[in-house]
């Protein structure tokens, strides 16, 4: 299974960019999904889950609201609207898979298959 996420880039605050998390190996619809990000110097932290119906979506406080999650099974990919970036947003932003329900969202050891990361940075 590979997660290649890709969408990232350089925005001003108060933009907008889409990140795509597409899987291959191995249909998505069979996993739930969550981004996670890490700024420099800092541990990787959860941003939201997605479980494989679409149907549960969790957010951390941080992005609630500005940021929302969508998945096309039929696409084997999962995206990550982010509206309103703040400088704060500043991070690598990772796609993970899990068999675990949401109450494990936040553990990182839960993920069977992480994405490389793509980077995003906000300006001031």
């Known amino acids: 299974v590979q997660l290649q996420a890709s969408g990232g880039g350089l925005v001003q605050a108060g933009g907008s960019l889409e990140l795509s998390c597409v899987a291959s190996g191995r249909t998505v619809s069979t996993g739930n999904m969550s981004w996670f990000r890490q700024a420099p110097g800092k541990e990787r932290e959860f941003v939201g889950f997605?479980?494989?119906?679409?149907?549960?979506?969790v957010y951390a406080e941080a992005v609630k609201g500005r940021f929302t999650l969508s998945r096309d099974n039929a696409k084997n990919t999962v995206y990550l609207q982010m509206n309103s970036l703040k400088p704060e947003d500043t991070a690598v932003y990772y796609c993970?898979?899990?068999?675990?329900?949401?109450?494990?969202?936040?553990?990182?050891?839960?993920?069977?298959?992480w994405g490389q990361g793509t980077l995003v940075t906000v300006s001031s």
């Open positions: 993970a898979s899990t068999r675990a329900g949401s109450y494990y969202r936040t553990l990182l050891t839960a993920y069977d298959y």
């Open positions: 997605i479980s494989w119906t679409g149907t549960s979506i």
